[in-house]
């Protein structure tokens, strides 16, 4: 015998009802969460434009869930299809086996955590996640992402700002997780330790087309204002610019361990000096970085976009 799996589309809408819904097109859930629950490995939950008020977890579920970017390719479903945490607890937690799951086209924010991940919680997970906006979380640790242990997940065009992390990392927290970043944007986060874009700790992650800028750590003490690393950390950074974050762009903690970082292609403000080793990392300062003002066209107004005059333009 031949077992055949089939899928199926679970819709959701705010005029939805999950009481008589059926999750058809035309009789739809009202919450993301029971979509979830309705949903078998392999399914996916499709949700129309709207703002959901809600904290969702996968339980461990292999789906898609996405707004109707994922059926039309059209970008403003990215900020009409909103997750709202409301400030009662995390807005999306992925726990347990989650390891072809995705999550796409969506806004999280107002998520508050009391532990990791205001925004998202990755735990034994490695998702992807794709044309996100985290935006307006927070948490301990971890405001807008929190990788926990045997996480790697993959994110993908993901704009990543305005999270606060009360200790650490204010963008994403790395612990024993080396997620791949590719178009990623991390922006105006900001931790009131170490790490206002990113923490890693025991991790390796990989960013590509990475821009990290304005993010800040702050408080006594404070470090890391880009990205803050100990423990035997290894991140790579090609066709990345880390730009305007304070108090340093780059800071390795003080600690007996063993820790590398590899930059290609990259523009690092004060270059090669703009990292902070502490003696315990080796530098592979690879061909191609510079060290000039990457001239966004206007951060003030959070865009990052390029001047065609832009030293970073066709360097890469």
């Known amino acids: 015998l031949i077992k055949v799996f089939v899928s199926n589309t679970w819709h959701v809408a705010s ?65 009409s299809t909103i997750i709202d945490g409301n400030q009662n607890g995390r807005v999306v937690t992925m726990y347990g086996n989650n390891t072809t799951g995705l999550l796409i086209g969506f806004t999280i924010s107002n998520g508050s955590a009391d532990n990791y991940g205001g925004g998202i919680l990755c735990n034994n997970s490695s998702p992807s996640l794709v044309n996100l906006t985290i935006s307006g979380n927070s948490a301990p640790n971890g405001g807008g992402i929190y990788c926990g242990s045997d996480s790697s997940p993959t994110l993908t065009h993901v704009t990543i700002t305005d999270n606060l992390a009360g200790f650490d990392s204010g963008g994403i927290h790395c612990d024993y997780s080396s997620p791949i970043l590719t178009d990623v944007t991390i922006i105006g986060n900001m931790a009131n330790f170490r790490g206002g874009g990113i923490v890693c700790f025991f991790s390796s992650p990989i960013f590509t087309d990475v821009t990290i800028t304005g993010n800040s750590a702050t408080g006594t003490n404070a470090s890391g204002g880009g990205i803050f690393c100990w423990y035997n950390s290894n991140p790579v950074f090609l066709n990345c610019i880390l730009w305007n974050n304070f108090p340093q762009q780059i800071y390795f903690g003080e600690y007996f361990d063993i820790n590398s970082i590899t930059i290609a292609y990259s523009d690092i403000q004060g270059g090669e000096g703009g990292i902070v080793t502490n003696d315990n990392v080796t530098v592979y300062w690879e061909e191609g970085n510079i060290f000039a003002d990457p001239l966004f066209c206007n951060a003030d107004s959070s865009d990052f976009t390029l001047y065609d ?8």
């Open 15 to 79: 005029t939805g009802s999950d009481e008589t819904g059926d999750g058809s097109e035309a009789n739809p859930f009202a919450t993301i969460q029971h979509g979830i629950d309705a949903a078998s490995n392999g399914d996916t939950v499709l949700v129309a434009a709207g703002t959901y008020v809600e904290n969702i977890n996968y339980n461990g579920k292999n789906i898609v869930v996405g707004s109707l970017y994922l059926t039309t390719s059209d970008t403003s479903y990215i900020s």
């Open 309 to 316: 005059n832009s030293p970073c333009v066709g360097t890469g």
